[in-house]
């Protein structure tokens, strides 16, 4: 007796689906049993992962996860999490079955039947290693820049600090010289030296090379 036409129909539609699915090489996606177990295995779950379905399925789906993800619980709270609100995404790194690693964006969602009752969950997982390696490289860049021009900056300021610094230490240096120069003239025209005289120039002397003192100081701390 033949099945009913649209039962038919539902039947070579679900058929197309999942030959669909079966073939799809660059998503992989596959079903877990309520447990986590993995129930179906599909080509781009193989190209991705590395595992035939003949050596993966009926295996928990944390063998995916990298040690430290496990003990962070990281599988348990994403079946938790789909359980719960019915849909669970994230990203991070996983393992291939060589034991290399690749960055994925994972989805897993809660299948339950029409009573409501979990049967399972659908997996869907992309590699996006390439896409995470160029980001990486993106703020690779962006850091060897910031550092550049932070570089640039401080030549820029040292040099203006020079500059000025240079600029300060020639006008107490020529202060100084001014009034030895004053010193040697009040020797030569009275013969000794004018007490008062020589006192104002001395204090002014030491007023340019206690300033003289101070720059250099401030000089050596930069």
């Known amino acids: 007796m033949a099945a009913p036409p649209d ?3 539902l039947r070579q539609s679900e058929e197309r689906f999942s030959l669909l699915v079966a073939s799809v090489r660059d ?12 129930a179906s295995w599909n080509e781009g779950a193989e190209r991705i992962k590395g595992y035939r379905a003949a050596e993966i399925l009926g295996r928990h789906f944390s063998v995916f996860y990298p040690p430290e993800a496990i003990a962070a619980g990281v599988p348990a709270a994403a079946l938790r999490a789909a359980e719960e609100e019915g849909r669970w995404e994230g990203e991070g790194w996983r393992l291939r079955r060589d034991g290399s690693r690749f960055w994925a964006d994972a989805v897993l969602t809660a299948l339950r039947d029409e ?8 997996k869907v997982t992309r590699d996006l290693t390439e896409r995470r390696r160029a980001e990486e490289e993106r703020v690779v860049l962006a850091a060897e820049r910031a550092a550049r021009r932070a570089a640039e900056a401080a030549l820029r300021e040292r040099e203006a600090f020079l500059a000025a610094a ?3 230490l020639r006008t107490p240096l020529t202060s100084l010289r001014g009034f030895v120069q004053l010193l040697g003239r009040v020797q030569r025209q009275a013969g000794q030296l004018d007490r008062e005289r020589a006192a104002r120039t001395l204090a002014r002397v030491e007023q340019q090379t206690d300033r003289l003192g101070r720059l250099i100081a401030r000089l050596l701390d930069t």
């Open 7 to 9: 039962v038919e129909a």
């Open 115 to 122: 009573t409501g009752t979990l049967v399972g969950y659908a």
């Open 166 to 168: 240079a600029h300060e």
């Open 27 to 38: 998503y992989a996606i596959f079903l877990l049993d309520p447990a986590g177990h993995v």
